[in-house]
């Protein structure tokens, strides 16, 4: 656990993972959202030395494995970690690697790992948007508007502590399989920009950085564009995070000219 007398602001870790930089050739040699084999979603081949290596053969310079911590879930995200952490003392390698997590801010004020936990991990990047999980909260106000209210207060309270590292597919509709396309889409028109602006700025106050989640942004290219935009003018941090479950999508090849041609 951390704790020691040179803890900057965030504890033993790095302020910010990324230097800011809106330059999608470069954001694209970091990937901060892999999952290995401890996440059960995560294909058999996602082992740390395997993605390791891979990130390495495919020039990434960073590499942060967030393995899923849902809430009420039967996984040590502590272990875990250490397990991870003990592997890659005996891997030697050029990447950037971070053993962090997945977290959940499952609902207003309400996180599924102890804030120990948090500050032990590498890199705690928080998930807001997991509404398919049945102990995610939900808003009285089932609307698209009323989950892109709720996605605001559950960031807002969670950017109130200092928690959050990152978040982890900000705004992202992709689970809510509640909705159909059309209503998904209409969870991102719902955040009007003064919003999208107030709370990316919060975020950066909190020293908190914003996932460019390539599934989502590739999928809803009129969002990406207005985030990217506005955080930018604001003056966030980004980082890309491809969500991997298998070893391709840890580095696609045409990822940072797929990035560039929604973001600008
Ligand atoms: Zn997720
Ligand atoms: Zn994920």
Redesign the pocket.
Known sequence: MRGSAFCGPKGGRAVFILDRTYDPAELARHNV?A?STQSNCAKREMTPEAMIRFAQDHGLKTLAI?D?SDPFDAIDTYAGFLATRDLLRHIDTPVRVLVGA?LSAYGVGKYAEPYEVDKALDFASYSHVHYHLPSWEQPEDRSPRGYAAHELAVLNALLETDRADNI?HPFSPNKMNFFNDAEKAATLRALTDNELGDILQKGERAQCSWELHTPTLFRFPAFARRFFAIGREVGVHFCVGT?AHSLADLAPPDLAQRLAAVLL
């Open positions: 959202h999952h967030t899923h997945e982890a969500d």
